[in-house]
């Protein structure tokens, strides 16, 4: 459930975004282990996170 929200949300600033002509990129991106933080050191050594703005 977590996920299809977080992807209407996305959607949802897409079309804001396109409608207001912001030229910027998303991401959408989901952790398994998001409680206990299993996956996210995993992803940041391996660049996943690189050049990324800002996380909602």
């Known amino acids: 459930?977590?996920?299809i929200n977080g992807l209407g949300g996305l959607l949802a600033?897409?079309?804001a975004?396109?409608?207001h002509d912001i030229k910027v990129g998303l991401?959408?991106?989901?952790?398994?282990?998001?409680?206990v933080?299993?996956?996210k050191p995993i992803h940041a050594a391996q660049g996943y996170y690189d050049?990324?703005?800002?996380m909602v």
């Open 1 to 3: 459930m977590l996920g």
């Open 13 to 15: 600033t897409k079309a």
């Open 17 to 19: 975004m396109e409608r």
């Open 27 to 35: 991401r959408f991106t989901g952790e398994p282990a998001e409680k």
């Open 37 to 39: 933080r299993g996956t």
């Open 51 to 54: 050049g990324l703005a800002s």
